[in-house]
């Protein structure tokens, strides 16, 4: 039943279908606020990298999760998946509700320090409030995720997700153009929309994780032990150093990008979308890399292992560099989705040329990166990738889009080349084999 192995594309595919579904509800979302207005965009993506440092977060204990459960469906130790899925609800339940009201508190301080300009804080505040502050709910739903997904398991998320974004799309319509006879509220009712349909995921989510799982939430929470926290946080902890630095180093350039004006801010919030489609596929394959590395490492087959990341790195490149050159011949299109604003889509026609450059190298460190911390190659990931995001990606893109005027073309810039040097260091780790002498189990 659990331990049944499963092909990469069987694993994959759904994966890549729920992310799909889930960029293009996001894509709707930006399309919707568009049309309701270009500062509405502005609003929501001047502040966009902050609320993602909640997902960074949360997302450390689930990729300890997913990786430590990983290994042990692979050793068939069941007692111990039911101990891991104890102590990553629990954990991530109270980071959820600290971070929640860390924003709901610093949420003026929060927007003054990232520069958003006052006309677009004002639009934005209560969105942020909602959202930053009911995150909670994500924490549930993420965490729920990680252990199904562990399992192999990608479907149910997919059909939850695929609910809980169509009552998104709803609620969006609702709260901005007025459906159902509902008020509009703009930027205020997508916050609305948001943490309802998120509140609504959370509660099915669990119902799902434990119906498959046979978790029995009041007997086996009691399996809560320090033990699994210790080795969950020794996975996610320098895990969530290499993304709270991606994180912290994405905030200071939105920083830098939010002194450019409101067409950049806007310009650049597009572009990120635009992104988020392309590495659709390069991240669902990333995921289903790690679950298999992960269970292979675990059942002690680690020539296959090796063998399934070169396999899946060589399809994500090829994957990553076909779609950024499409979108490339087809960018002014695409824009006319998002906006009427010529200025904004000059904005962004002068940054699409580099689209290519950055995604196909951020596909080395999205599959590769996902393969050595499933292996439990943990350390190098996280201070290879603080050094470069630190010492490359924020300065560089300081000189280029600042100092040089190049503005988003020169973060654009900045941003390829610290996924480039990144990507070649763990290539070579991974080529190196020390991962093989690493694990959990």
């Not at 050159?325 to 000059?346: A, G, N």
């Amino acid at each position: 039943m659990l331990e049944q192995k499963k092909s990469l594309f069987s694993i994959t595919i759904p994966i890549f279908l729920e992310l799909l579904l889930v960029t293009v509800v996001g894509n709707i979302d930006t399309i919707m606020l568009g049309r309701f207005s270009d500062k509405a965009v502005g609003a929501v993506g001047g502040m966009s990298q902050v609320l993602l440092i909640q997902n960074t977060i949360l997302s450390f204990i689930c990729l300890g999760t997913t990786i430590l459960m990983s290994q042990y469906v692979g050793a068939k130790n069941h007692k111990s998946t039911k101990e891991v899925i104890a102590a990553s609800l629990v954990m991530n339940v109270v980071i959820g509700a600290v971070l929640g009201l860390i924003y709901l508190v610093a949420w003026e301080w929060i927007l003054v320090k990232i520069k958003l300009p006052l006309s677009l804080r004002e639009i934005g505040m209560n969105y942020f409030k909602l959202v930053g502050g009911l995150c909670i709910f994500q924490a549930i739903s993420l965490t729920n995720g990680a252990i199904l997904k562990s399992y192999g398991n990608t479907k149910p998320m997919l059909f939850v997700n695929v609910g809980v974004n169509l009552l998104n799309i709803l609620g969006n319509g609702m709260f901005i153009f007025g459906w159902l006879g509902a008020p509009i509220l703009g930027v205020t009712g997508v916050g609305l929309s948001t943490v309802f349909s998120r509140f609504i995921g959370a509660i099915i989510s669990l119902l799902v994780m434990t119906n498959y799982c046979k978790f029995k939430i009041v007997e086996d929470l009691k399996k809560f032990t320090h033990e699994k926290v210790k080795q969950i946080l020794s996975i996610g902890i320098p895990t969530a150093g290499e993304h709270l630095t991606w994180s912290l180093t994405q905030v200071i350039i939105l920083a830098m990008v939010n002194t450019m004006g409101t067409i950049e801010i806007t310009a650049r919030t597009y572009l990120a979308l635009i992104s988020s489609f392309i590495m659709i596929f390069s991240i669902a394959l990333g995921h289903g890399t790690a679950i298999q590395v992960g269970q292979l490492v675990g059942a002690g087959d680690k020539d296959r292992a090796y063998n399934q990341c070169m396999k899946s790195l060589t399809l994500s490149f090829i994957a990553a560099a076909l779609v950024s050159v499409i979108v490339y011949f087809l960018r002014f299109q695409i824009m006319e989705l998002f906006t009427k604003d010529m200025e904004v889509v000059k904005a962004t026609a002068k940054v699409f040329p580099w689209l290519i450059f950055i995604e196909t190298g951020r596909t080395f460190n999205i599959v590769v990166i996902n393969a050595l911390h499933a292996a439990g190659d943990i350390k190098f990931p996280m201070i290879m990738g603080c050094i470069v995001m630190l010492g490359v990606a924020a300065p560089l893109s300081w000189l280029l889009g600042i100092r040089m005027e190049w503005a988003l073309v020169g973060v654009w810039i900045a941003n390829g080349t610290d996924e480039w040097i990144r990507g070649f260091a763990m290539l070579w780790r991974w080529k190196t084999k020390k991962w093989m002498a690493k694990g959990f189990v």
